[in-house]
């Protein structure tokens, strides 16, 4: 997907940066995006782009490619939510309606569901507790 969006971009004569897997200087293109006023749009695959980065000049996140793992998508996101941010961050999916995108959408959906039914917090844990279950507690 980021190649088709990188061909259009070169079509347009519109500048940015890339950073995939296969990136050898992540830093230089990092810093380039940050400190260039020409580049105002970074393409990067979720993956290389989910850890060692920091895009604090990034106002907007634009998923095009879902990841079976909602967790890699937050963790993307998050990198333009560091320490030195001064704007605040919009974040869309694109998702067209009917592709293998959108049942990945739901997939995610249901991996949420099923680790909140799992996973319990603190919070709900301590909701969930009886008057009588505290007493045995403390008895």
């Given at each position: 997907?980021?190649?088709?969006?990188?061909?259009?971009?070169?079509?347009?004569?519109?500048?940015?940066?890339?950073?995939?897997g296969r990136t050898k200087d992540r830093q230089a293109k990092v810093d380039n995006f940050q400190n260039n006023e020409n580049v105002r749009v970074f393409l990067i695959s979720l993956k290389a782009g989910g850890t060692g980065i920091n895009l604090t000049a990034a106002d907007y996140v634009y998923l095009l490619d879902p990841w079976w793992n909602p967790a890699v998508e937050a963790q993307a996101i998050d990198r333009c939510y560091r320490i030195g941010q001064t704007k605040k961050v919009m974040a869309y999916k694109m998702i067209c309606k009917g592709t293998i995108e959108e049942k990945i959408m739901k997939y995610q959906e249901s991996k949420k569901q099923l680790s909140a039914d799992i996973i319990q917090t603190d919070e709900s844990f301590v909701k969930a507790l009886s008057k009588e279950s505290i007493t045995d507690l403390f008895q």
């Open positions: 997907m980021l190649n088709l969006v990188k061909k259009s971009f070169d079509k347009e004569n519109i500048e940015y940066e890339y950073l995939d």
